[in-house]
């Protein structure tokens, strides 16, 4: 749903409904950009936010996604119901605020302002990113007014680099402030090496699909 200023997306609203929704579309566009590169149709098709949020593998699209626009998840169980916000959820690799005993119902958040963009480089059609950013700006005066920027698979978990975001408002959006923005993020993430390549291929990929995700961005808001 979308009201208000406010949209919700139940927890198993698959990411083909996702791509499918006009209304979301039009309110939250990174939402569908982000969808259309996980795995592939046949995943899309049964593979919902609930699931793709709230099981804390650090490969996933939509958790970092999440953190970009400051989302919140709602939990329920035998205590009630509770809310946490998308960028305290995430601890550890497959390690979350989520109790046992608690189900995720839905995730909300405010209708983005400004430009978004989600950048993911990987090794095949299907594959888990090698490095993702997931980009929100707003623009006022031809300068940023405010910025969110968040990484995927190069951590333990999602990573909101709060630093990246503030290197960028102010700025015309530019070259230097673009690697201002870059440079913050790399000190954030935490790579390790695996079949998807040695740590210092993870960096150079995140910085590159970062710089992408953020002119995007600039560029359509």
């Known amino acids: 749903t979308v009201s208000g200023g406010t949209i919700r997306v ?7 409904e996702i791509i499918n929704s ?3 579309a039009k309110a939250a566009p990174i939402m569908k950009e982000a969808a259309l590169q996980i795995a592939d149709p046949q995943v899309r098709y049964m593979g919902t936010v609930g699931g793709n949020v709230a099981n804390g593998d650090p490969g996933n699209d939509m958790p970092g996604l999440m953190q970009c626009l400051d989302a919140q998840f709602y939990l329920v169980g035998p205590d009630g119901d509770r809310v946490v916000d998308a960028r305290d959820f995430y601890d550890a690799a497959y390690m979350t605020d989520r109790e046992d005993d608690e189900v995720l119902t ?4 405010a209708a983005p302002v400004g430009g978004s963009a989600y950048e993911k480089q990987k090794r095949k059609i299907g594959d888990y990113a090698t490095a993702a950013a997931a980009v929100q700006i707003s623009k006022e005066g031809g300068t940023v007014a405010a910025a969110s920027i968040a990484m995927t698979n190069l951590s333990d978990t999602p990573i909101w680099s709060e630093g990246a975001g503030a290197a960028l408002v102010g700025t015309a959006c530019d070259a230097a402030a673009i690697k201002a923005a870059v440079t913050a ?3 954030d993430i935490d790579p ?9 291929f993870k960096r150079h990929a995140a910085g ?12 359509r808001a």
Do not use: Y
């Open 106 to 109: 839905a995730v909300s958040f």
């Open 208 to 219: 590159i699909v970062l710089g992408r995700a953020i002119a995007r961005a600039w560029s």
């Open 10 to 16: 139940g927890a198993m609203v698959t990411q083909h």
């Open 185 to 187: 993020m790399l000190g």
């Open 192 to 200: 390790t090496e695996d079949n998807r390549g040695p740590v210092a």
């Open 22 to 24: 006009a209304e979301l």
